[in-house]
């Protein structure tokens, strides 16, 4: 189906475009941006969308979840990271089936394109049922299946994961993988070995944990003999593109030897704030030239994948922290949540900007609500005043998944109910 959006406000994120244009038409074919301009007029388009005094900027992209754990929301309160992954979560995750894991992906599917993710980047096992849920929404992923040596299974993990790649690695247009390191602290050094050779046989990034909390950065330093967790990264990850999740026990020295490789950090606020590891020192790893991106956490620790959310906070903490208002202008936190976030996920060719000759996925705000009036500062209205519900329409790869705030094809107070018998069976 062909979509003509007509009259909207732009928002691009195409760094040769002004940054905000007026009554702007953009025009999509075959599931890409085909044309972007005023009064666009294409007889062929069977569907037109009235955007007058909306916004259409590109689709969020979230560059570290772990979908699956929507059912796991608000299970935190009085742990440690450590305590809520040994004592909570991984007992429970010992009992989840494939259908679970299929139905709290879908409950992510229904959360993201409510408010207006059209991109998420998960880490998490029976990967494949992550995948049908993603297919069968129209929801674009970036999946893994994660490998640590937890309970000595490292070797049939990584089985896991191969078996994973050569099955899905191009297959679908929504869907691409990386390889899934839970994190140093959990990998011995023979599995990491393999890890990257199989991130270097298939041309695939690395998506990681890495220094969450002090007692990781701890136990890294420790189990790897080293001065430096960043050590690590420099003996092995200097020929691979790493996204890094979290990345909030650096040193500003170790900011500086990070801003060497390839790397790109998946900023997660609200679920570090959660459980209490601290703040990550994000301006400085830009002033560094590190590419930052956003991601939520799973819902454990990160309470709901609103970018809006994340946005803001990521916003307000680096001026915080820093005691400087001028830290993150809010064009650059925008940045971070599109454009960064394809970079993150070696996919900037294709996503993170409305372009022409990009694949269309598009939201479509309506901040014409008491939060937003009157407007100010566009870019800081869509931070600091946003929220998943301003999404008024979601559209990935040129396919309409949400309009006038409906999802057509879920039932979604089925997918409520079978979530809620999962967790009281696995609590």
Not at 21 to 45: F, T, V
Not at 100 to 112: F, H, P, Q
Not at 228 to 239: A, C, E, I, Q, R
Not at 276 to 301: E, F, R
Request: proline share 1%; hydrophobic share 35%; glycine share 6%.
């Amino acid at each position: 189906m062909d979509i003509l959006i007509k009259n909207c406000n732009l928002i691009s994120m195409d760094n040769k475009r002004e940054k905000f244009e007026k009554n702007m038409d953009i025009y999509i074919s075959n599931g890409k941006i085909a044309k972007i301009g005023k009064d666009i007029k294409e007889a062929s388009c069977t569907k037109v969308i009235d955007a007058k005094n909306k916004i259409c900027m590109p689709g969020l992209i979230n560059t570290h979840a772990h979908l699956s754990m929507s059912i796991f929301r608000e299970t935190l309160d009085g742990y440690t990271l450590q305590d809520w992954l040994n004592k909570k979560i991984w007992p429970m995750e010992d009992k989840l089936t494939r259908e679970d894991i299929y139905y709290a992906s879908l409950l992510s599917c229904i959360e993201m394109i409510k408010t207006g993710t059209t991109l998420a980047n998960d880490q998490y096992f029976m990967t494949e049922d992550t995948i049908k849920a993603a297919i069968d929404t129209g929801m674009r992923m970036q999946v893994t299946r994660t490998v640590n040596d937890v309970g000595n299974a490292g070797n049939q993990r990584l089985e896991e994961l191969e078996k994973l790649i050569l099955e899905y690695n191009g297959k679908y247009e929504n869907i691409t993988l990386n390889i899934g390191i839970h994190g140093l602290y959990t990998t011995g050094k023979e599995t990491l070995e393999k890890l990257i050779n199989l991130a270097e046989k298939y041309s695939l990034p690395v998506h990681m944990h890495f220094c969450e909390n002090m007692q990781e950065a701890i136990d890294i330093k420790n189990a790897y003999n080293v001065q430096s967790p960043v050590d690590v990264l420099k003996k092995y990850f200097t020929k691979t593109h790493n996204i890094l999740a979290h990345v909030v026990k650096v040193s500003e020295e170790e900011i500086v030897e990070m801003a060497k490789l390839d790397i790109s950090v998946a900023h997660c606020p609200i679920s570090n704030l959660r459980l209490g590891c601290g703040v990550a020192k994000v301006q400085k790893m830009l002033d560094y030239g590190i590419n930052v991106a956003l991601g939520t956490d799973g819902q454990g620790s990160g309470s709901n994948l609103d970018m809006f959310d994340t946005m803001k906070f990521a916003g307000l903490l680096q001026k915080g922290v820093f005691e400087n208002s001028a830290n993150m202008e809010s064009y650059e936190v925008l940045k971070m949540a599109t454009i960064n976030g394809a970079k993150a996920l070696e996919l900037e060719k294709e996503l993170g900007s409305i372009e022409e000759g990009k694949v269309a996925d598009i939201i479509i705000l309506d901040l014409n609500k008491e939060t937003c009036q009157p407007m100010g500062n566009v870019f800081s209205d869509i931070i600091y005043n946003g929220k998943g519900s301003n999404v008024e329409t979601t559209i990935i790869n040129g396919k309409i998944l949400m309009e006038n705030r409906k999802i057509s094809n879920i039932n979604e107070e089925e997918i409520f109910q079978k979530c809620k018998e999962i967790i009281e069976r696995i609590k």
